[in-house]
Each structure stands twice: as structure tokens, then as C-alpha cells.
């Protein structure tokens, strides 16, 4: 399925909050805290945006890397498709699927990201794409 990826687009900035959530940073991901820091499958786990060929940049896909040893494949995707599924409210991984606090803070990263990659000098605009 494809996304549309030009910032006007109205689901653009809620899907960069989205891929911050699952796997924006090794670090702070659901992806990486569960398959990288609680299991000890991976020693990485990305994710981001692709753009579409022949869409100009306008389309996409959204994808996920992971950084493993061969002999933990099958369990690493398994775990993988589990942290997917906690996005959905009422799943069994995560009953409450994405709360308001976890947007919150996903989407005060990005901002930070956004102010700490200005040229000296220049300021943060007074309103968010990212909300808040």
C-alpha cells in the first residue's frame, strides 16, 4: 500500500510520528527496545519512509530494517509482527495501542530533531506541523 509523502499531505507528520514510535531510533523505538534491548535479537532496528519509483517522491512505502544474526530470523520477525500488532488498541501485546502520551512524546523528538538541525541563529517556527 502506498502512503502519500508530501508534507501537505494531511497524514504526513501523524506517519512520521508513527515511524518515530516503532522504529524512528534504535533507542527509543518499540521495535528496538523490544527486539534490540529485551530479547537481545538484533544489534539494530531502523525504519523510515521509501519513496515509490515513478511517483516523483509523492508516493511511498513505509520499511524496516534489522540488523541480526541469521539464527534469530524466524523469532525476530515474529517479535517484529507482535510490535505491529500493539499499535492496534485492544491487541494482546498492547491493550491500549498507542496512548496519547506516547504521541506526545514521539512527536516532542521529532520537534527537537526539527530545532536542533537549524542553521545558528535561526528559531524553531512558533507552531508545529507535528501539533501540540
Avoid: C
Amino acid at each position: 500500500m502506498l502512503f502519500r509523502s508530501q508534507r501537505k499531505d494531511p497524514d504526513y507528520y501523524p506517519m512520521k510520528v508513527m515511524n518515530h514510535l516503532l522504529g524512528g531510533s534504535t533507542l527509543t523505538g518499540r521495535l528496538g527496545l523490544r527486539l534490540r534491548d529485551q530479547l537481545g535479537l538484533t544489534y539494530g532496528v531502523t525504519s523510515g519512509f521509501q519513496s515509490a519509483r515513478g511517483t516523483g517522491g509523492r508516493e511511498g512505502y513505509w520499511v524496516a530494517g534489522i540488523t541480526l544474526n541469521r539464527d534469530n530470523v524466524d523469532q525476530a520477525l515474529d517479535e517484529f509482527r507482535k510490535v505491529l500488532d500493539g499499535f492496534v488498541p485492544g491487541g494482546p501485546q498492547n491493550p491500549a495501542g498507542v496512548t496519547p502520551e506516547d504521541v506526545a512524546d514521539a512527536r516532542n523528538a521529532l520537534v527537537g530533531e526539527q530545532a536542533g538541525a537549524l542553521p545558528p541563529g535561526l528559531k524553531p517556527a512558533a507552531r508545529s506541523p507535528y501539533g501540540g
